[in-house]
């Protein structure tokens, strides 16, 4: 005869099970993702798109905010620091489908960070300007979904190369200002495991009721 303490264990057995298989890295593996994250500099305002390509599907939206700190706009001239290590901070957007460019309607939520190195501005005349480049380290997370189906949720972690580049003005007073940026994206993301996230929500709501019809029972 099964006991109420009994049926208890049982029952959170299963649901510490569930946790265990959801921390598993067995239990989803990761996907490759690339793709850019990039800003150009228009009539003086930092304009972002990130295009990621998934094994399945490709999205490009436009994102805001713009990074943090963010790179200098006007008046970079020599040896002004040029900080990789960025964060977009949480944004939302929708891709829209285009055949031509591969990409699909979703709707797309999340944040990416990138850590690296702080170079500074050394100006070439020769090349009215100058680029900088680093190698970087990516990680965040990405919700891609259209209606009534979830196409992505999880965690991105992995490499980047970063890319930004200053202009010098030849015509008018001498300045020198950011002419674009990009980070190129090479990662791999982990979606989590619905069917043990089902388990553990499945095993909880059914404790809870069940304690729930006890105390009615017991009169409390």
Known sequence: MCTRASTRA???????????????????????VNGFLFGDLRLGLVVQELDLTFPDFKISIAVEPRLNPGFCIVGCGNGTAVRFTQTTGVFSGHSTASPGAGTIDAQVTGMLSFV?????????????????TAPVQVS?????????????????????????????????????????????INGAAATPEPASLVLLGTGVAWLASRRRRTSRSNGL
């Open 140 to 184: 965040g997370f990405l919700r891609v979904t259209q209606p009534d189906l979830v196409l992505f949720d999880g965690t991105l972690l992995g490499s980047a190369f970063g890319t930004v580049s200053y202009e010098s003005r030849f015509f008018g007073p001498p300045d020198t200002r950011l002419g674009g940026y990009q980070f190129a």
């Open 116 to 132: 690296g190195p702080t170079e500074f501005v050394s100006l070439l005349p020769e090349f009215g300007g100058d680029v900088l």
């Open 10 to 32: 049982v029952v959170v057995g299963m649901a510490l099970l569930a946790v265990v298989v959801h921390a598993s890295p067995a239990g989803a593996d990761p996907i490759a």
